[in-house]
């Protein structure tokens, strides 16, 4: 792992004193349009700064968490994009155990791919929450299948489709839309808050892992990300939506995409970071 500097905000514990490991996966595959999402990782970090440890709602600080931040993973540079996400996977391996939660900043979406690949085998049922503007599951986009287009679809390789829980979709192809997966929720049959609060019993009882792409949020809110879509969630609402899976067992999640290349007001990395320390407090606070 490549040190990173600064560290997200109270992640001062070393590994061994601590029980959730904040890590980055600078990755970014083949991209069509807005680039900067490799940059991620250090653009929440750099906002971070910008926000309290203490949740005044939830009565929590980060400080009181044994939280460390260990870097990010460090990958091949010009490597195809499968032997770079091989390079994070066993870079994850090599510190991650059952117990230790781990949370990712990335990078595109794909870099979701390898973490579950490192974590899945451990959590028998494993179930995934996204929470995404897009469905991400293209086989293949810009003649690339690990695409940030394709990434839930690499996901779906490792944990069944069954178990994979796509909610906030406002756009995408029309067979991502017409050849739906089969727990695919889009925002147009429903608003996303109801949509989690209504699957919250499929959810508990199971391991759970929730991916956050922060375009998933309306561009008023987060317009620095790779592919901004109109029409999406409040940074309360999804607060909300964080807070709703209290009590969900959440065995690791992350928050990817932000570019803050295309945000030089840095207000996206700000409030992904809110949305970051919320879920930390919520799901491993108490």
């Known amino acids: ?21 904040v890590f980055g996966i600078p990755f970014e595959g083949s991209v069509n349009l807005r ?3 490799d940059a991620g990782p250090r653009d929440l970090r750099l ?19 044994p939280l460390c931040d260990l870097g990010d993973c460090e990958l091949p540079a010009g490597a ?12 994850v391996r090599r510190w ?17 791919v390898p973490v579950i690949e490192a974590i899945a085998p451990a959590f028998p049922g ?8 897009h469905p991400d599951t293209r086989e293949e986009f810009l003649g690339e299948r690990y695409n940030y287009a394709s990434a839930m679809a690499r996901v779906m390789d490792v944990v069944p489709a069954e178990r994979v829980y796509q909610v906030g979709m406002r756009t995408g192809s029309r067979e991502e839309f017409e050849r739906r997966r089969p727990k695919f929720f889009p ?14 019993p499929e959810l508990s009882g199971h ?3 929730v991916t956050i792409d922060v375009d998933v949020l309306d561009p008023s809110h987060a317009p620095g990300t790779g592919s901004p879509e109109p029409g999406g969630l409040s940074v309360p609402e999804l607060i909300e939506i964080v807070r709703l899976l209290a009590d969900c067992t959440v065995v690791g999640g992350d928050l990817v995409e932000v570019a803050h290349a295309w945000d030089p007001t840095g207000r996206t990395g700000i409030a992904a970071s809110w949305v970051i320390r919320e879920a930390l407090l919520t799901w491993w606070g108490k």
């Open 96 to 112: 991650w155990h059952p117990g230790l939660i781990p949370f990712m900043l990335g990078g595109d979406h794909t870099a979701t």
């Open 80 to 91: 195809p994009p499968r032997a770079q996400l091989d390079a994070a996977r066993e870079e």
């Open 126 to 133: 494993l179930r995934i929450l996204q929470l995404d503007a």
């Open 187 to 200: 925002a147009v049959g429903g608003h996303p808050v109801e949509t989690v609060q209504r699957l919250l």
């Open 47 to 65: 906002a971070s700064d910008s926000i309290e440890t203490y949740s005044p709602a939830l009565g929590r600080d980060l400080e009181d968490l």
């Open 1 to 21: 792992m490549k040190d990173a500097a600064p560290r997200f905000i109270a992640c001062g514990e070393s590994l061994s004193d601590s029980r959730i490991a």
């Open 35 to 37: 680039k900067g999402a």
């Open 207 to 209: 391991p759970l892992y």
